[in-house]
C-alpha cells in the first residue's frame, strides 16, 4: 500500500472530493512526519535568528549569577521593616555600582546607595527606590510603608538556573532568544539545518517579469509571494521559475526540484481540466493525492511524495491552485504548519499562531459545510474586543484585497452567517507572513 493511502485509509471520513480544512492537516501532519530534517551544524548568533534549534541548550550558569538592585535606590537590611517607626532614618555608608562588587564595611542598620544592577552585598535584601528617599547629609529617609521586605532585589538564577533548559530542542529563535543566549555567552548554537523548498508556477497563460503583454495573459504573481512567504519562514529557496503546460517540461521540473529539495511547491494545474497536464505528470511521477477542498478561497490541491535518490527519500510536494490569493492562503493553512513541523520544530512551535478574536462590523454571509477566510481588516477599540471589517472584492484573484486587509476572517466549516456585532477569529497576518 503506498503511503498516500496509508494515511487516507487511517483517516475517519476521508472525501477526496470534500476533504474538510482539519482533515487536510491531519493528513498533512502524518504525511510530512517521516521526513523531518534532522542534520544540524553551529552557526553565530547574527547567523541564528529564525533557525531551529538541534538540541537543548543548558545554561552554564545561574542568570544573573548574583543577587542584585532592580533599580537605583538604596539597599538596607529589610528586618528593619519588621517593626519600624513610621520614618526610617539610616546612614549611607558608600555606593555600589553596577559591573564590580562593593568591598566596603557596613555596620547594623547602614544603607548602601546602589544603581541597577550592582550586586546586592550580604546582609542586605531591600532596595528603596530614590524617588521615595530624601538625603540629609550622609542619611537617607524614607517612609517605612513604603515598602516590604526583599522588595526590588532580582535573586541569582531568577532568569535562567545553572544546569536547568534554557531553550528547547525544536524553538525557534526569535529575537528575546538572541539575547537569552549571548547572556549565556554562547557565541554559536546548534540549529537544524534549513529546510530546502524547491518552487515553480505552471501554466500557458502565464508571463514572466520582462515578457511583453499579450491578450489573455496575465503576469505570474505567485512565484513573487511564494518566495516571499518561504524567506519570512526560514527556508532555502530555489526558484525553478515558470513551467509551460507540457508534459516533458513539467516532468524535467519535478525531477529537478526533488533532487536538489526537500520540498516542492507548484501553482497551478491542479484542477480537473483537459488542457492541463500537472495533474497527470505528479500523477505519473509521484505517490499522490488530489483533494477538492471544502474551503474558499482554494478548493483545489494536490499533496503528495516525488522519489529522488534512494537514501534521500521522497520529496513532499504540494500543489496549490492558480489563483494568487487561493495561493497564499492554501499556504498560511495548510503549507506553513507543515514546513514548520519538517523544519523540525517542536508541536508547541509548529501550531498555528492563536486565532484572534474580533467582533465584526458588517454581516457576512456563509453556508455550514465549508471553511472561508475572507481577507479583513482589524482595528482596536479601547476597553472592547477589535473590530473587523471585510477589506475590498474577496474574489480569488483580487490581490490587492491581500494587501489591504491585516488579517484572514475565518468562518468555520459548521458555523453560519454572521451579523453585525457577532464575534469571530481572526487569523491575523503578523506572525505568519
Not at 508541536?347 to 458588517?362: D, G, H, I, T
Not at 453556508?367 to 481577507?375: A, I, L, V
Not at 484573484?397 to 494587501?403: A, K, N, R, Y
Request: aromatic fraction near 6%.
Amino acid at each position: 500500500m503506498s503511503r498516500i493511502a496509508e494515511i487516507a485509509a487511517a483517516l475517519a471520513g476521508y472525501d477526496p472530493k470534500a476533504l474538510s480544512v482539519d482533515g487536510v492537516q491531519a493528513f498533512l501532519a502524518s504525511l510530512v512526519a517521516p521526513a523531518v530534517v534532522r542534520e544540524g551544524e553551529s552557526v553565530p548568533l547574527f547567523e541564528a535568528l529564525g533557525r531551529v534549534l538541534a538540541e537543548d541548550v543548558i545554561s552554564p550558569f545561574n542568570v544573573p549569577p548574583h543577587d542584585n538592585s532592580a533599580m537605583d535606590g538604596f539597599a538596607f537590611d529589610g528586618a528593619l521593616l519588621e517593626t519600624p517607626p513610621p520614618e526610617l532614618t539610616l546612614r549611607v555608608a558608600g555606593t555600589a555600582l553596577a559591573g564590580a562588587a562593593w568591598r566596603g564595611t557596613l555596620a547594623t542598620g547602614d544603607a548602601l546607595r546602589i544603581m541597577t544592577g550592582a550586586v546586592m552585598p550580604a546582609g542586605l535584601d531591600t532596595v528603596v527606590p530614590q524617588e521615595f528617599c530624601s538625603i540629609d547629609g550622609d542619611c537617607v529617609r524614607f517612609p517605612a510603608n513604603a515598602l516590604r521586605r526583599g522588595d526590588n532585589r532580582r535573586f541569582a538564577g531568577e532568569d535562567l538556573k545553572q544546569g536547568r533548559p534554557a531553550l528547547l530542542q525544536g524553538e525557534r529563535i526569535s529575537p528575546a532568544a538572541l539575547g537569552l543566549l549571548a547572556s549565556l555567552g554562547l557565541p554559536a548554537v546548534a540549529v537544524l539545518r534549513r529546510l530546502r523548498v524547491a518552487y515553480f508556477s505552471t501554466g500557458d497563460e502565464i508571463l514572466s517579469l520582462g515578457d511583453a503583454p499579450r491578450e489573455g495573459a496575465v503576469y505570474d504573481s505567485n512565484r513573487y509571494t511564494v518566495f516571499g512567504l518561504l524567506t519570512r519562514l526560514g527556508c532555502e529557496v530555489v526558484d525553478l521559475g515558470m513551467v509551460r503546460d507540457n508534459p516533458a517540461a513539467l516532468a524535467a521540473a519535478l525531477h529537478d526540484a526533488a533532487g536538489r529539495a526537500d520540498v516542492i511547491i507548484t501553482s497551478g494545474g491542479v484542477s480537473v481540466g483537459e488542457a492541463d497536464h500537472t495533474r497527470a505528470v505528479m500523477q505519473q511521477l509521484g505517490d499522490m493525492a488530489f483533494w477538492r477542498v471544502a474551503m474558499r478561497p482554494g478548493r483545489p490541491m494536490a499533496v503528495g511524495l516525488i522519489p529522488r535518490a534512494p537514501r534521500a527519500g521522497p520529496a513532499v510536494l504540494f500543489g496549490l491552485p492558480g489563483n494568487p490569493v487561493a495561493v497564499m492562503v492554501t499556504f498560511l493553512a495548510f503549507v506553513r504548519p507543515a514546513l514548520l513541523q519538517l523544519m523540525g520544530c517542536n508541536a508547541a512551535n509548529a501550531a498555528p499562531p492563536p486565532l484572534l478574536r474580533a467582533r465584526s462590523v458588517a454581516a457576512i454571509r456563509k453556508k455550514p459545510g465549508r471553511t472561508e477566510y475572507q481577507r479583513g481588516r482589524v482595528t482596536s477599540v479601547p476597553g472592547a474586543l477589535p473590530e473587523v471589517r471585510i477589506a475590498g472584492n474577496q474574489g480569488s484573484g483580487v490581490l490587492s484585497s491581500m494587501v489591504e486587509g491585516n488579517g484572514l476572517v475565518v468562518l468555520h466549516h459548521a458555523q453560519d452567517s454572521v451579523a453585525p456585532g457577532d464575534e469571530v477569529d481572526v487569523m491575523m497576518f503578523d506572525g505568519v507572513m
